[in-house]
């Protein structure tokens, strides 16, 4: 009876615990992509001069004002977590190459920068 008593409080204990794991490791995916697009938008902004309008500019090969091509930045745009919104947010502003990348899920916000 003690030997089930010592499970049922282990067990009790295990299981919120492995449910926080779970969502802090949805969250990492999600920081972790999303410095990967900042990385991607990082040489899209130094070969281009201007930030990309919308994500999928990463993934083509793009030509600059010298007649330069270089591409793709990124092999496919990542997907988010499961659970969390259905792609990833992004804004970019070229008129001072300024841009924000965002996801949401498991009450949290992932914002870059």
Same mark, same amino acid.
Request: charged share 5%.
């Given at each position: ?8 409080? %282990? ?43 919308? %994500?999928?500019? %990463? ?55």
């Amino acid at each position: 009876m003690i030997v089930v008593a010592i499970i049922g409080i %282990l067990a009790a204990i295990a299981i919120p615990l492995f449910a926080n794991v779970q969502a802090r490791a949805r969250v990492a995916k999600a920081q972790g992509d999303a410095r990967a697009i900042a990385g991607a938008i990082s040489i899209y902004l130094a070969h281009m001069s201007e930030v990309p309008t919308a %994500l999928a500019q %990463l993934t083509g090969i793009v030509s600059n004002g010298l007649g330069q091509t270089a591409g793709p930045f990124l092999a496919q745009i990542p997907t988010p977590p499961a659970g969390w919104n259905p792609s990833y947010a992004y804004t970019g502003t070229t008129a001072d190459s300024t841009y924000q990348i965002s996801a949401s899920g498991d009450s949290t916000t992932v914002v870059l920068p």
